[in-house]
């Protein structure tokens, strides 16, 4: 999918919602694990009953590795799932992958070619060489952490390296990389005051918002500074949607959280 294509569902859709699909079979409905594949028969509940609210999913592979082959099916079966339903959907494999090159491009061809993602979240750490086999591949985008949600992003990504902050150098050397167009940031919901400044350096590329929701970030302020004109913001919300009920309504209870978000988003882009 193009960002002009994304840019397009937004408006149609009025949202810039993404729904984080993080599965924890302790916290599903206790009911579901009778199914042959408890994880799909989930996300394919919360997908039917949220598909209209948003335009991008995240599932997040941490939560499909923690159950082994039997996750990583239920991942293939999910994003084939979101493909074969509903190909407008921004699908974003969150899998902070990066290595030397050559390791990278099997990383790249894993969740580009065989589960055919839109999207793979990346480390920067490792540098351009680690990052440029995923920009090799036309129409794909390669989400790269910038200034991340968590307490730790303090540790590193705020320091100062020749009076610039480490992902002040992610976000301004990123840019010379090949394929650069190829880019989306990660910016978390929890660091909105940070977004003026980063709009400065990356003024039309796409982020990707978590953090709103259960880590306690605001949707309005990211918009405030954050957005663009083409909007250029995908806000991500898991645990906040799809855990609002773990009994028989949790579809339905789960629309509902995402319809509240989406509500906001509306008055945000008129
Ligand atoms: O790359 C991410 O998506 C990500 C980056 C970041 O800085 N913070 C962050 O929370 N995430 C992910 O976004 C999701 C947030 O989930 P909730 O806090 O449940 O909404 C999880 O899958 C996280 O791994």
Not at 132 to 140: D, G, H, S, T, Y
């Amino acid at each position: 999918m193009t960002t002009q294509q994304l840019t397009q569902q937004i408006q149609k859709k009025k949202s810039f919602l993404c729904i984080g699909l993080d599965v924890d079979l302790n916290k599903i409905p206790q009911h579901l694990l009778q199914e042959e594949d408890p994880i799909f028969a989930f996300n394919k509940a919360i997908i039917d009953a949220t598909h209209h609210l948003c335009v991008a999913y995240k599932p997040n592979t941490a939560f499909y590795e923690a159950y082994g082959l039997k996750g990583w099916k239920a991942l293939e079966k999910t994003i084939n799932y979101i493909n074969k339903n509903h190909p407008e959907i921004f699908t974003i494999a969150d899998a902070k992958r990066g290595d030397i090159g050559n390791t990278s491009s099997m990383y790249a061809k894993a969740f580009f070619e065989d589960l055919a993602f839109d999207s793979v979240t990346v480390a920067p750490y490792m540098g351009k060489d680690s990052v440029e086999p995923f920009l090799a591949f036309e129409n794909k985008h390669t989400i790269l952490l910038a200034l991340t949600s968590n307490q730790g992003a303090f540790d590193f990504q705020t320091k100062m390296i020749d009076e610039k902050e480490v992902y002040k150098h992610v976000l301004e050397t990123s840019k010379t990389w090949q394929n650069s167009e190829n880019l989306m940031y990660v910016v978390g919901a929890t660091k909105a005051e940070f977004l003026a400044d980063i709009r400065q350096i990356i003024p039309n590329s796409f982020l990707l918002v978590p953090g709103v929701g259960a880590q306690g970030g605001n949707l309005q302020d990211v918009c405030k500074y954050g957005m663009n004109d083409h909007v250029g913001l995908l806000i991500n919300s898991s645990r906040g949607i799809i855990y609002a009920s773990n009994q028989d309504d949790f579809a339905q209870a789960a629309a509902k959280k995402a319809e509240a978000l989406q509500q906001e988003m509306k008055v945000i882009l008129k």
